[in-house]
């Protein structure tokens, strides 16, 4: 299907342990996004990424990696998890200006 | 650099107005306007851009003073399907297209 795709959609993991939420777009958008969303907070920029191979830091990218090798896909990895960590995940990818997001990975670290 | 939003909430009557404003301390390019519901993604409402114009979706409009740097949303007679959370976002580095800086959100309750 077109479209924005996330998943998992939920997860529960452990302090320490490594974890990767995928992103997937079939619209060949240039950029693409990750937020991660808290109350009190809104959405929140850790990662973003204007092509394949070109990725750059947002407002909160402490114990996030990213990696982009192919357009379509922008999977975010957190190295080692911590209960701070715990948060709604939403990826997006972007047209002249007007981001589309994925429907969300809910991650609780335990 | 994150843009401020008001009110933070607001609760409002099936038919009702309400404005929610976006200000920032930075020199503004773009304005961005989505809108989120109770347990799912935010949506793409609409973009303004410098030159003052003023946009509108249904019955919902936007205006964006560049010298005041601030933007406002208005929802005229408003609906239930309203409801939900509004968010703006400001562009960073010029232009509409990048990344955004997003504010708060202001939650709009609509009740019948």
């Known amino acids: 299907d077109a479209g924005i795709t996330q998943s998992p959609r939920y997860k529960i993991t452990e302090t320490g342990r490594q974890v990767t939420l995928m992103c997937h777009q079939t619209?060949?958008?240039?950029?693409m996004f990750w937020y991660r969303q808290d109350l009190g907070h809104g959405l929140r920029l850790i990662y973003y990424s204007a092509a394949a191979d070109i990725t750059d830091k947002g407002e909160v990218p402490d114990g996030y990696v990213v990696s982009r090798s192919k357009t379509e896909n922008f999977p975010l990895t957190l190295e080692s998890a911590t209960r701070s960590q715990t948060s709604v995940y939403f990826c997006?990818?972007?047209?002249?200006?007007?981001?589309?997001f994925g429907p969300g990975t809910r991650l609780l670290v335990l | 650099q994150q843009p401020v939003q008001s009110p933070q909430a607001v609760i409002l009557r099936e038919g009702e107005d309400a404005v929610i404003n976006c200000s920032s301390s930075k020199a503004l390019y773009s304005v961005h306007w989505y809108r989120q519901k109770h347990g799912e993604a935010p949506v793409f409402l609409m973009i303004?851009?410098?030159?003052?114009e003023q946009k509108g979706h249904d019955k919902i409009s936007a205006s964006f003073n560049e010298k005041k740097q601030q933007s406002s949303l208005y929802l005229t007679a408003s609906q239930l399907s309203y409801s939900g959370t509004y968010f703006c976002?400001?562009?960073?580095?010029?232009?509409?297209?990048?990344?955004?800086?997003f504010g708060k959100g202001t939650k709009l309750s609509v009740k019948p």
């Open positions: 997006a990818s972007s047209e002249w200006g007007v981001q589309y």
């Open positions: 976002g400001t562009a960073v580095g010029g232009g509409s297209q990048g990344n955004l800086i």
């Open positions: 303004l851009l410098k030159g003052g």
């Open positions: 619209w060949s958008h240039s950029y």
